[in-house]
C-alpha cells in the first residue's frame, strides 16, 4: 500500500516541531555542538588523547551544556544588536 502525498506530508509534518519553537531548538542545538566541541578539545589538550578521552568529554560536557544553553540565550540580543550594526538591512 502506497501513501498518497497528503498523506506523507502529513507524517512529516507530525515529527516536527511548531515553528514558534525555533528560536529555543536553535540555541539548544548550538549550545550542544559547541559545548561538545570545547569540551573535546579542552580534554584533548589537558589529559592527552588516552582511552578514557570520551569518559572525560562526557562529564565536562554534562556541567558545559547547561551553562552554553542558558549563556546562549543570555548574549543573543547582544549579538542581534551588535549584528544589526553591522550589517546592512536588506534591500
Not at 502529513?10 to 531548538?25: C, D, I, T
Not at 560536557?61 to 538591512?89: E, K, N, S
Request: a positive charge; charged letters at 15%; proline letters at 7%.
Amino acid at each position: 500500500m502506497t501513501e498518497s502525498p497528503e498523506q506523507s506530508s502529513r507524517a512529516q509534518r507530525r515529527y516536527k516541531l511548531h515553528h514558534k519553537s525555533s528560536p529555543v531548538v536553535s540555541a539548544f542545538l548550538t549550545a550542544f555542538l559547541m559545548a561538545w566541541i570545547m569540551c573535546a578539545a579542552i580534554a584533548s589538550v589537558n589529559g592527552g588523547i588516552t582511552e578514557d578521552l570520551a569518559l572525560r568529554i562526557w562529564r565536562s560536557w554534562q556541567t558545559a551544556m547547561p551553562m552554553a544553553f542558558l549563556a546562549v540565550f543570555m548574549v543573543r540580543p547582544i549579538v542581534a544588536r551588535l549584528t544589526a550594526l553591522l550589517v546592512h538591512p536588506p534591500a
